[in-house]
């Protein structure tokens, strides 16, 4: 009985040191799984082994099984020594990296010209300090560790657009398999420069770079090599990644001796929403029509400046529209943005021009020099077919039309005489001509200036649809 009860106080104590160390912060269990069990067999204590522990239907006492156990103490043991600020390598050679990339999404922001890439990077490296026999271990073969317990490759974005940020790994557990191969595979978010070419948009393909490279060590330290191929697995998105290549360079700078390696991926992206281009086209459509039917309109009807006015307006709403899409500073200039502009300009003139013409047909004379070039052959058979009118416009040489009818019927007119001689010795002859204007013949401020107002238009017409099939086949060129 004397027997039993020191036992009891033994196990009593190993129960009480447990606790204590658990409370300082210690390991609360032993290297191999005990559990207290205050159940007097045959008036002796009974101490559980481990088959029993894991067989014991209170064994969550312990919170741990048996693998968890092994688990424990191979971490324990890996870790002990190890220093997850220094660089694994093996007979002081290069630490090798292989990496491979699961592109999932990309977003383009054309403001700012930044491209955003969702991926997921598998990273593979050998650990020498990360070895053991699983047959010690239980037969362990794999154990998870935490970004803070191991080393890991020192990768940065060269290129970034994310501010200090050159890390852009999420932090997830590593993997460690028993020969000292360490797989990563962190979910990572990349955002970098791109220069954008613009000429095609809204139907652009855009081709921005991903570098990648280590900040702090060398070739001769650390070396990156591409696994495989890259993976493209395109979630819903307005932009899809059409091609992805995979370079790696290996750059001398003149302060350093050593070679540095870089990796740069080569992302092709376009947008892919067809809604895209019908929000932008079928505005232009509505545009060209409006514009070239405002060249036809008359110069002289109110129709004329109500659709030029509302053509503007809207080509203008158009541009406003484009500034907050586009950045300001793109070069080159968007083609559809050239034919917008351009279409502006010559609303413009035209608007212009009919007012001003408006405001001097019924004030002031045309200029010499403007109905001279209105008298050119070329001019009088547009007008002749325009206005249906055979005569020449603008001032006649002669405004008045000879009629020759005798004096006595019409008293009281202008008349002059003419002298004509058939010879020296013939009778004279004189024949009284009247001189009465003619009213088509009369000079018309008002209809000269509107001839110079049809005149502009048409001249606008031409170049608008110049602009217009130069930009066409600039498109397609």
């Given at each position: 009985?004397?027997?039993?009860?020191?036992?009891?106080?033994?196990?009593?104590?190993?129960?009480?040191?447990?606790?204590?160390?658990?409370?300082?912060?210690?390991?609360?269990?032993?290297?191999?799984?005990?559990?207290?069990?205050?159940?007097?067999?045959?008036?002796?204590?009974?101490?559980?082994?481990?088959?029993?522990?894991?067989?014991?239907?209170?064994?969550?006492?312990?919170?741990?099984?048996?693998?968890?156990?092994?688990?424990?103490?191979?971490?324990?043991?890996?870790?002990?020594?190890?220093?997850?600020?220094m660089r694994p390598e093996h007979d002081?050679?290069?630490?090798?990296?292989?990496?491979?990339?699961?592109?999932?999404?990309?977003?383009?922001?054309?403001?700012?010209?930044?491209?955003?890439?969702?991926?997921?990077?598998?990273?593979?490296?050998?650990?020498?300090a990360l070895q053991w026999d699983p047959?010690?271990?239980?037969?362990?073969?794999?154990?998870?560790?935490?970004?803070?317990?191991?080393?890991?490759?020192?990768?940065?974005?060269?290129?970034?657009?994310?501010?200090?940020?050159?890390?852009?790994?999420?932090?997830?557990?590593?993997?460690?398999?028993?020969?000292?191969?360490?797989?990563?595979?962190?979910?990572?978010?990349?955002?970098?420069?791109?220069?954008?070419?613009?000429?095609?948009?809204?139907?652009?393909?855009?081709?921005?770079?991903?570098?990648?490279?280590?900040?702090?060590?060398?070739?001769?330290?650390?070396?990156?090599?591409?696994?495989?191929?890259?993976?493209?697995?395109?979630?819903?998105?307005?932009?899809?990644?059409?091609?992805?290549?995979?370079?790696?360079?290996?750059?001398?700078?003149?302060?350093?001796?050593?070679?540095?390696?870089?990796?740069?991926?080569?992302?092709?992206?376009?947008?892919?929403?067809?809604?895209?281009?019908?929000?932008?086209?079928?505005?232009?459509?509505?545009?060209?029509?409006?514009?070239?039917?405002?060249?036809?309109?008359?110069?002289?009807?109110?129709?004329?400046?109500?659709?030029?006015?509302?053509?503007?307006?809207?080509?203008?709403?158009?541009?406003?529209?484009?500034?907050?899409?586009?950045?300001?500073?793109?070069?080159?200039?968007?083609?559809?943005?050239?034919?917008?502009t351009n279409t502006l300009c010559l609303?413009?003139?035209?608007?212009?021009?009919?007012?001003?013409?408006?405001?001097?047909?019924?004030?002031?004379?045309?200029?010499?020099?403007?109905?001279?070039?209105?008298?050119?052959?070329?001019?009088?058979?547009?007008?002749?077919?325009?206005?249906?009118?055979?005569?020449?416009?603008?001032?006649?040489?002669?405004?008045?039309?000879?009629?020759?009818?005798?004096?006595?019927?019409?008293?009281?007119?202008?008349?002059?005489?003419?002298?004509?001689?058939?010879?020296?010795?013939?009778?004279?002859?004189?024949?009284?001509?009247?001189?009465?204007?003619?009213?088509?013949?009369?000079?018309?401020?008002?209809?000269?200036?509107?001839?110079?107002?049809?005149?502009?238009?048409?001249?606008?017409?031409?170049?608008?649809?110049?602009?217009?099939?130069?930009?066409?086949?600039?498109?397609?060129?």
């Open positions: 009985m004397a027997k039993a009860k020191s036992t009891s106080v033994l196990v009593l104590f190993n129960y009480l040191s447990v606790c204590l160390l658990s409370c300082n912060g210690s390991p609360a269990l032993p290297p191999y799984p005990v559990k207290f069990n205050s159940t007097l067999i045959e008036g002796k204590a009974h101490l559980s082994t481990p088959r029993e522990v894991k067989q014991h239907p209170n064994s969550y006492l312990l919170g741990r099984s048996q693998n968890s156990t092994w688990s424990e103490k191979l971490k324990h043991d890996l870790l002990k020594n190890y220093d997850r600020y002081q050679g290069v630490t090798l990296v292989n990496l491979s990339m699961a592109f999932k999404n990309v977003d383009l922001d054309y403001v700012t010209a930044k491209l955003s890439i969702n991926s997921w990077m598998s990273m593979k490296w050998f650990d020498p047959k010690k271990y239980g037969d362990i073969k794999k154990i998870y560790l935490a970004p803070q317990e191991v080393w890991q490759p020192d990768l940065s974005t060269f290129n970034s657009a994310g501010g200090n940020d050159v890390s852009p790994f999420a932090e997830v557990y590593h993997v460690a398999t028993s020969d000292g191969q360490i797989s990563w595979v962190p979910p990572c978010q990349f955002q970098v420069y791109c220069n954008l070419d613009l000429t095609y948009w809204p139907f652009d393909t855009q081709v921005c770079e991903l570098i990648l490279g280590s900040w702090v060590y060398d070739g001769n330290s650390m070396d990156f090599h591409f696994e495989d191929d890259n993976e493209i697995a395109q979630y819903s998105s307005l932009w899809e990644i059409t091609k992805v290549t995979q370079k790696r360079d290996v750059e001398h700078f003149s302060c350093c001796t050593e070679p540095y390696v870089t990796l740069t991926y080569t992302i092709h992206t376009r947008i892919k929403s067809p809604a895209y281009g019908t929000l932008i086209f079928i505005p232009t459509f509505v545009i060209i029509i409006l514009t070239l039917a405002n060249f036809y309109i008359s110069p002289s009807s109110s129709e004329k400046f109500l659709l030029c006015g509302t053509t503007i307006i809207l080509t203008a709403a158009l541009l406003i529209f484009f500034s907050h899409k586009l950045p300001l500073m793109a070069s080159p200039t968007p083609i559809i943005v050239m034919f917008y609303l413009s003139v035209s608007m212009i021009c009919c007012m001003v013409i408006r405001s001097l047909q019924c004030n002031s004379n045309m200029p010499a020099i403007i109905q001279s070039l209105l008298r050119s052959k070329l001019l009088v058979n547009y007008f002749s077919a325009e206005f249906g009118s055979t005569q020449q416009p603008g001032i006649s040489p002669n405004p008045y039309t000879r009629l020759r009818q005798d004096i006595s019927s019409i008293p009281g007119d202008i008349y002059v005489r003419e002298h004509s001689k058939k010879s020296a010795g013939s009778q004279d002859i004189y024949v009284t001509t009247r001189m009465i204007p003619d009213p088509s013949r009369i000079p018309d401020p008002a209809r000269e200036w509107k001839k110079l107002a049809c005149l502009m238009d048409k001249a606008l017409f031409y170049v608008y649809v110049g602009v217009f099939v130069i930009l066409a086949i600039h498109c397609y060129l």
